[in-house]
């Protein structure tokens, strides 16, 4: 009886995950509906019991809601963003006049040193300038291409609304779907498991947005009141980047500081935006994220760093995004697996 159990829950998962991976270039606009409407589905149900109306007639008007709020925010939002790619793609030569000027200065020390060192180097960084330069400009010449290319974008706004109507809508009948196929003897520890990852998924998903919305407010004004270029381009970038545990701060970071850089050289507004991004560090770190998510997600750093690389390798940038949910939810099945196993005839024996 307990092998027939680890041979069935081995042969589903082991189904489910060749479906995903085989999938998993379709997945997206899927994926993206999904977590749109788990996180609406709470507010549809709490609606219906409170102003007593037809379930159907309060998801579509807070469907309704969602896509029209969201169509007015890319409407404020995607025009200041293009003025201020805009503004950045007219600026790169300037860019590259201050990091020649930079170069020079350090070029001029070295000089000092080794003259014939300070050739060689010269022509070598003349060079490395003149290539980087160009393929930035030709990245941000082109970058609406290289993101539609990547993301399949119309292709994903136009499913992702029709996807997450019929999820909204169909909800119930899907959870009583997966209801009626679990054995009737397991259902209760079957659905424990479930209660566990519904808390684990509410407590991450909600809690990551409202920190990646905090964070972001942070930084756009931070950024602006220091003057950046590309302000809240990059705020936004800073304040989402923490969905990619460590990878993510780091190439915040040095975006800023890049940006930086390149608009007022080696000046103390560098350490103005150390100041800022030091701050939001340990904000989120030590105040957000422990007050809003806690403990629940419950890994260590070295098996999040593992998962963000492993989902990244199978699933790409989708992977990489859900690798840390994933990975709870990986620990929190192992848990009942490993109980489970210890409780057995099995393993007394």
Same mark, same amino acid.
């Given at each position: 009886?307990?092998?027939?159990?680890?041979?069935?829950?081995?042969?589903?998962?082991?189904?489910?995950?060749?479906?995903?991976?085989?999938?998993?270039?379709?997945?997206?606009?899927?994926?993206?509906?999904?977590?749109?409407?788990?996180?609406?589905?709470?507010?549809?149900?709490?609606?219906?019991?409170?102003?007593?109306?037809?379930?159907?007639? %309060?998801?579509?008007?807070?469907?309704?809601?969602?896509?029209?709020?969201?169509?007015?925010?890319?409407?404020?939002?995607?025009?200041?963003?293009?003025?201020?790619?805009?503004?950045?793609?007219?600026?790169?030569?300037?860019?590259?006049?201050?990091?020649?000027?930079?170069?020079?200065?350090?070029?001029?020390?070295?000089?000092?040193?080794?003259? =014939?060192?300070?050739?060689?180097?010269? =022509?070598?960084?003349?060079?490395?300038?003149?290539?980087?330069?160009?393929?930035?400009?030709?990245?941000?010449?082109?970058?609406?291409?290289?993101?539609?290319?990547?993301?399949?974008?119309?292709?994903?706004?136009?499913?992702?609304?029709?996807? @997450?109507?019929?999820?909204?809508?169909?909800?119930?009948?899907?959870?009583?779907?997966?209801?009626?196929?679990?054995?009737?003897?397991?259902?209760?520890?079957?659905?424990?498991?479930?209660?566990?990852?519904?808390?684990?998924?509410?407590?991450?998903?909600?809690?990551?947005?409202?920190?990646?919305?905090?964070?972001?407010?942070?930084?756009?004004?931070?950024?602006?009141?220091?003057?950046?270029?590309?302000?809240?381009?990059?705020?936004?970038?800073?304040?989402?980047?923490?969905?990619?545990?460590?990878?993510?701060?780091?190439?915040?970071?040095?975006?800023?500081?890049?940006?930086?850089?390149?608009?007022?050289?080696?000046?103390?507004?560098?350490?103005?935006? @150390?100041?800022?991004?030091?701050?939001?560090?340990?904000?989120?770190?030590?105040?957000?994220?422990?007050?809003?998510?806690?403990?629940?997600?419950?890994?260590?750093?070295?098996?999040?760093?593992?998962?963000?690389?492993?989902?990244?390798?199978?699933?790409?940038?989708?992977?990489? %995004?859900?690798?840390?949910?994933?990975?709870?939810?990986?620990?929190?099945?192992?848990?009942?697996?490993? =109980?489970?196993?210890?409780?057995?005839?099995?393993?007394?024996?």
């Amino acid at each position: 009886n307990y092998m027939n159990k680890v041979i069935f829950w081995s042969g589903t998962f082991l189904v489910l995950a060749s479906f995903i991976y085989l999938t998993s270039d379709t997945l997206a606009p899927f994926i993206i509906a999904f977590i749109f409407a788990y996180l609406l589905h709470p507010i549809i149900e709490s609606n219906a019991r409170k102003f007593k109306l037809p379930r159907s007639l %309060i998801t579509t008007g807070i469907f309704a809601v969602f896509i029209s709020s969201f169509i007015f925010g890319v409407m404020v939002l995607v025009p200041v963003i293009y003025r201020q790619i805009a503004a950045f793609i007219s600026k790169i030569p300037g860019y590259k006049n201050t990091f020649e000027v930079g170069v020079s200065d350090l070029i001029a020390k070295l000089d000092n040193i080794d003259p =014939d060192l300070g050739n060689k180097i010269t =022509d070598s960084l003349q060079t490395i300038v003149n290539s980087v330069f160009s393929l930035v400009a030709l990245a941000a010449n082109n970058i609406w291409g290289y993101t539609l290319a990547t993301l399949n974008f119309f292709t994903i706004i136009a499913l992702v609304p029709i996807i @997450l109507y019929y999820f909204l809508r169909d909800w119930p009948q899907m959870v009583q779907t997966v209801q009626s196929v679990l054995p009737v003897k397991e259902k209760g520890k079957i659905g424990e498991i479930f209660l566990g990852i519904n808390q684990l998924l509410s407590a991450y998903i909600r809690g990551q947005l409202n920190i990646c919305l905090i964070l972001s407010v942070y930084y756009v004004v931070g950024l602006t009141f220091i003057g950046l270029d590309l302000s809240l381009l990059l705020g936004m970038i800073a304040g989402f980047s923490i969905i990619i545990p460590f990878i993510g701060t780091f190439i915040s970071l040095f975006l800023m500081l890049t940006s930086c850089y390149f608009t007022y050289g080696a000046s103390v507004e560098i350490l103005y935006v @150390l100041i800022l991004f030091t701050i939001g560090y340990i904000s989120e770190s030590y105040f957000l994220t422990p007050k809003i998510i806690g403990g629940r997600i419950g890994l260590h750093p070295v098996w999040i760093i593992f998962a963000v690389f492993a989902a990244g390798s199978v699933f790409g940038f989708v992977g990489i %995004i859900f690798a840390i949910p994933i990975a709870g939810i990986i620990r929190l099945l192992l848990s009942h697996i490993i =109980d489970f196993y210890k409780s057995s005839k099995f393993y007394m024996n």
